[in-house]
């Protein structure tokens, strides 16, 4: 059955145009997944995953492809190459056609681009409890980094004594970049610039200097801190986190632990791959749902 399905199968580039079928495909997949084991939907509606993937289907830096079969789409794949480090997701696969080749085929596609172009790696994020990704991204080379606690709330604890969160400014860009460098080896600047103009970036000061900062705080965001206090600040400003909600590495227990004792609940558990270059991270760091 898989062999039929790829042998009529055709994949292209998605346009703005494909995002309300691909959108409804993702809100299904998503969701059934998620009921199947037991989890809240990481979209409370199709409306939010259409949205998202009208947006990445039309923001420059993005490279999102569909496949289709018999005339119909089958599922789609983004490619997040704002960095060095590209981030791999989301890939949604129609019900219908899962199990039949087109998530293999999509995420073929996807990686031959990034060789093409020569990217240095390729991460993504996927739902732990979903056995079937994680073999079929094993399958093709990605390698497991860090197990991930996906989670929600608010801090009972505003603020940490000595250190200041404020909203992030274009003059930080050089002491943002720094820090991504130490903690990942890499600066992830277009991501940080373009949450500056949202408006979603903070940073946090400590002794009179830049010390961490996030793009956002929510799954779509990422943030790195020369220290767990840093990041503790970061979180504790939130009033909320965006979406499902912040991903943190159970692999610093101290950090797990402080957003545990502060009232943080774990939505669900989640996986960080790789694929090519990998830095084991030198300080505090939280990823976003690409990493």
Same mark, same amino acid.
């Given at each position: 059955?898989?062999? !039929?399905?790829? @042998?009529?199968?055709?994949?292209?580039?998605?346009?703005? #145009?494909?995002?309300?079928?691909?959108?409804?495909?993702?809100?299904?997949? +998503? @969701?059934?997944?998620?009921?199947?084991?037991? +989890?809240?939907?990481?979209?409370?509606?199709?409306?939010? %995953?259409? =949205?998202?993937?009208?947006? !990445?289907?039309?923001?420059? =830096?993005? &490279?999102?492809?569909?496949?289709?079969?018999?005339?119909?789409?089958?599922?789609?794949?983004?490619?997040?190459?704002?960095?060095?480090?590209? *981030?791999?997701?989301?890939?949604?696969?129609?019900? /219908?056609?899962?199990?039949? =080749?087109?998530?293999?085929?999509?995420?073929? #596609?996807?990686?031959?681009?990034?060789?093409?172009? =020569? %990217?240095?790696?390729?991460?993504?994020?996927? $739902?732990? &409890?979903?056995?079937?990704?994680?073999?079929?991204?094993? @399958?093709? *080379? &990605?390698?497991?980094?860090?197990?991930?606690?996906?989670?929600?709330?608010?801090?009972?604890?505003?603020?940490?004594?000595?250190?200041?969160?404020?909203?992030?400014?274009?003059?930080?860009?050089?002491?943002?970049?720094?820090?991504?460098?130490?903690?990942?080896?890499?600066?992830?600047?277009?991501?940080?610039?373009?949450?500056?103009?949202?408006?979603? %970036?903070?940073?946090? #000061?400590?002794?009179?200097?830049?010390?961490?900062?996030?793009?956002?705080?929510?799954?779509?965001?990422?943030?790195?801190?020369?220290?767990?206090?840093?990041?503790? $600040?970061?979180?504790?400003? %939130?009033?909320?986190?965006?979406?499902? *909600?912040?991903?943190?590495?159970?692999?610093?227990?101290?950090?797990?632990?402080?957003?545990?004792?502060?009232?943080?609940?774990?939505?669900?558990?989640?996986?960080?791959? /790789?694929?090519?270059?990998?830095?084991?991270?030198?300080?505090?760091?939280?990823?976003?749902? /690409?990493?």
């Amino acid at each position: 059955m898989s062999t !039929l399905l790829e @042998s009529r199968m055709t994949v292209r580039r998605a346009t703005p #145009e494909d995002a309300d079928i691909c959108g409804e495909i993702c809100f299904d997949a +998503f @969701s059934a997944i998620s009921a199947a084991h037991g +989890f809240p939907p990481d979209f409370p509606h199709p409306a939010m %995953a259409i =949205g998202l993937l009208g947006q !990445l289907f039309s923001t420059p =830096g993005f &490279f999102c492809l569909v496949a289709e079969a018999d005339g119909r789409i089958a599922g789609s794949i983004c490619l997040d190459e704002r960095a060095p480090i590209v *981030g791999l997701g989301p890939v949604t696969i129609d019900p /219908s056609a899962q199990d039949r =080749g087109a998530g293999r085929r999509l995420m073929r #596609e996807a990686l031959e681009r990034s060789r093409a172009r =020569g %990217a240095e790696g390729v991460r993504l994020v996927q $739902a732990a &409890f979903h056995c079937r990704s994680l073999a079929l991204y094993a @399958s093709l *080379g &990605f390698v497991v980094r860090e197990p991930l606690a996906c989670m929600q709330g608010r801090t009972r604890e505003r603020a940490v004594p000595g250190c200041a969160v404020r909203p992030a400014r274009a003059a930080d860009e050089a002491a943002c970049g720094a820090l991504a460098r130490q903690v990942h080896g890499f600066d992830r600047q277009a991501e940080w610039a373009e949450a500056v103009g949202q408006g979603t %970036a903070l940073v946090v #000061e400590r002794a009179g200097r830049i010390t961490g900062y996030a793009s956002a705080l929510g799954l779509t965001g990422h943030a790195v801190a020369e220290a767990d206090q840093d990041l503790q $600040a970061l979180i504790a400003s %939130a009033e909320g986190f965006h979406g499902p *909600g912040i991903l943190v590495p159970t692999r610093n227990p101290a950090l797990f632990r402080w957003c545990l004792d502060q009232g943080l609940r774990v939505v669900q558990p989640m996986t960080l791959m /790789s694929l090519g270059r990998y830095n084991e991270p030198a300080g505090a760091w939280l990823p976003s749902v /690409s990493y």
